[in-house]
């Protein structure tokens, strides 16, 4: 079981901040996929990854017990 929290819009979009789902030994990149295919008006194409408290990239692993973070671009002035 892998645990992802989901800041700002996508927090919105999903209708939960955190989810708690059977899957491990996939990539950051097919995680995307998954999500966006369980949630169809989702777009992770823009958004950073942390596993574990340390940014990840596409093809990072992820395992069983980990803790993965969506974190949408932020902007300001």
């Known amino acids: 079981m892998i645990h992802i929290l989901l800041f700002a819009h996508l927090q919105e979009v999903v209708g939960e901040s955190k989810l708690s789902v059977e899957l491990s030994d996939i ?3 097919q995680l995307k996929a998954w999500l966006e295919k369980q949630y169809p008006q989702l777009s992770l194409q ?3 990854v942390a596993i ?3 940014f990840a990239t596409d093809t990072t692993m992820i395992q069983s017990g980990d803790t993965i973070a969506f ?3 932020i902007s300001g002035g």
């Open 46 to 48: 823009s958004i950073m």
């Open 71 to 73: 974190i949408p671009p």
């Open 27 to 29: 990539t950051v990149d």
């Open 52 to 54: 574990n408290e340390e």
